[in-house]
């Protein structure tokens, strides 16, 4: 069955960096497009990046523009989110999004 397994979250002080994985299975990674979302809380999910399935395009939300990176790699069926400059108001649940499938999101707190 499909499965997206997100990784690499976690507590970071304001200016610092993380990168996030996101592991793939069940279906043929390499043809589709995928995304990253996040959803702070008391709000509604929203999307952050996007990147198609060849990796030559991509789209960012203007909240992270120049500040986060999203990449894949097909021969590893894994995607990724390099985040960095991170403010406050990145915390938030990070998911991956693919072949109309979530994964069960990662959490990134930005806080000193």
């Known amino acids: 069955q499909v499965q997206l397994v997100e990784s690499g979250g976690g507590l970071v002080q304001p200016g610092g960096s993380l990168r996030l994985s996101c592991a793939a299975s069940?279906?043929?990674?390499?043809?589709?497009?995928m995304s990253w979302y996040r959803q702070a809380p008391g709000k509604e999910r929203e999307l952050v990046a996007s990147?198609?399935?060849?990796?030559?395009?991509?789209n960012y939300a203007d909240s992270v523009k120049g500040r986060f990176t999203i990449s894949r790699d097909n021969a590893k069926n894994t995607l990724y989110l390099q985040m960095s400059s991170l403010r406050p108001e990145d915390t938030a649940v990070y998911y991956c999004?693919?072949?109309?499938?979530w994964g069960q999101g990662t959490q990134v707190t930005v806080s000193s």
């Open positions: 999004k693919g072949s109309g499938r």
């Open positions: 069940g279906f043929t990674f390499s043809v589709y497009s």
């Open positions: 990147i198609t399935s060849s990796g030559g395009r991509t």
